[in-house]
């Protein structure tokens, strides 16, 4: 049979920004920004993204359209049968690894969607909302159903195929996502005090800015952009011959930091609104879960509609946000067993939701009735999430670049860029020169501050 392809190249583009835009935009990059000096550290972070995340994405997005095949298969036709064909083996496992836990967000997501639109945060006072969260993600029953519906929606558009379902569903959901965060972006920023959130989220603050707001920026860039687990390079296997790869990954990069800021126009003026400090606002599952709820139906009008729709459409537009990384994430396994052990897309593709939904639902438990399950201290989501997060990810990328930048071969890699020749490449000898020295090196660097060795300087 043959292969399928992305149909335009709008909808390749689209459905790499799917993966890239996910829950980080949403919140980790706004507190991180405002807690780090606001508009400094956006430029630090736009470096981060053009010397480091850049050349990694237009790698794989390479590797991927030139071989035509799954990661693994990827990287195994690329290294020639040497030792880096394991590159790609591990990022279908970091994957899949992170597509177990990053579900369960997906069905909180849901949830609280839900609960939105029932207005069930009406008169619920302020120190009320942790018990709320504590309750919900403790209990079997509720969670888990969230969890299979939202892996039913993923596994849904997989069936579907590359082009009526990742493209069709991504040129869907992007501008809808698109047009929500406008809305949402707008609504807040009418607020009454609302440019004290916005000068806490713009105002550039050089002193804040330190070794580790370098090394948060650049991993925070890496996890936004999706690299090093296998989504980029899986999604550009269906890329057509004359997709631009470099032009693709700038488009992929700006949406992505667009909507970033945006997400920070959304959460700040709301809650410099109410007047919360936004440092004890938190950051993570917290702040979007716990401190967000109470801060919408305050700063909105308790129980009102404005309060209720405003809040509706943000948790969905979570939900949207983590649906299209979640897709990106499953395609990656998906693509794999379906080529690697020859197997329909269908069967390959149940597979792989049949293994989602086994170690989901323990995530999904580790919070309530496995909470009990623990390896030095965390639970089994954490698990997931800290081998995936400070291992893997940035071993992969470093692999990535180090592959990229020393052993593929030169002529290849600039055949490609340039689409044989047609296309001008004046970035060329820069972008070798991060893959070669600077990606690895800052990578390690991220790599070492994740282990925790750099401690002593916070
Ligand atoms: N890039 C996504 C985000 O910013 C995270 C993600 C992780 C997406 C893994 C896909 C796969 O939230």
């Known amino acids: 049979m043959g292969r399928e392809n992305f149909g335009s190249k709008l909808g390749a583009v689209l459905a790499a920004a799917g993966s890239a835009v996910g829950l980080g935009n949403v919140w980790r990059f706004p507190i991180e920004t405002g807690q780090n000096g606001g508009a400094a550290f956006i430029i630090i972070y736009v470096l981060c993204i053009i010397i480091l995340g850049l050349p990694i994405m237009i790698s794989e997005f390479l590797i991927g359209r030139y071989t035509h095949a799954n990661t693994a298969g990827a990287f195994r036709i690329v290294s020639n049968g040497s030792p880096w064909k394991w590159v790609g083996r591990m990022g279908v496992f970091t994957g899949w690894f992170i597509l177990c836990y990053y579900v369960v967000v997906g069905a909180w997501t849901l949830h609280y969607t839900y609960l939105s639109v029932t207005n069930a945060f009406y008169g619920v006072p302020a120190q009320q909302y942790e018990n709320i969260f504590g309750d919900f993600v403790s209990s079997s029953w509720m969670p888990t159903l969230w969890l299979f519906l939202f892996i039913g ?27 929500i965060t406008i809305f949402l972006a707008v609504c807040s920023i009418m607020l009454p005090g609302a440019s004290k959130g916005v000068e806490f989220l713009l105002k550039p603050d050089w002193s804040k800015v330190d070794s580790t707001t370098i090394l948060e920026a650049m991993g925070q860039a890496f996890y936004s952009l999706s690299l090093a687990m296998g989504c980029l390079c899986t999604y550009a296997s269906y890329f057509e011959k004359n997709t631009p790869l470099a032009k693709s990954a700038v488009n992929v990069a700006l949406i992505d930091t667009l909507i970033a800021i945006m997400a920070g126009f959304i959460i700040f003026p709301s809650i410099f609104n109410i007047g919360m400090d936004p440092n004890e606002a938190g950051v993570g599952a917290s702040l979007t879960f716990v401190s967000l709820p109470n801060v919408f139906q305050q700063a909105l009008g308790d129980g009102s509609v404005l309060a209720v729709v405003f809040s509706a459409m943000f948790y969905f537009l979570l939900f949207v946000a983590a649906l299209t990384s979640a897709i990106s994430l499953h395609e990656v396994a998906t693509a794999y067993v ?68 020393w052993v593929l071969d030169r002529r290849l890699y600039h055949n490609e860029i340039s689409n044989q020749g047609n296309l001008k490449t004046p970035y060329f000898r820069m972008l070798v020169f991060s893959l070669r020295y600077i990606a690895p090196l800052a990578i390690g660097l991220v790599f070492l501050d994740q282990l925790g060795a750099f401690s002593f300087l916070k």
Do not use: W, Y
């Not at 929606?153 to 869907?172: C, D, M, N, P």
């Open 338 to 405: 379906t080529e690697e052990f020859n197997m329909s897309r269908k069967k390959g593709a149940t597979l792989v939701t049949a293994t989602i939904l086994v170690l989901g639902t323990l995530c999904s438990l580790s919070f309530g009735p496995l909470s009990g399950v623990t390896l030095f201290d965390r639970n089994i989501f954490e698990i997931f999430d800290d081998f995936s997060g400070r291992i893997l990810l940035p071993l992969g990328g470093m692999l990535i670049s180090i592959f990229a930048g």
């Open 153 to 179: 929606v993923i596994h849904f558009v997989i069936t579907r195929g590359v082009q009526s379902g990742i493209e069709k569903s991504a040129k869907l959901m992007m501008p809808t996502l698109f047009v």
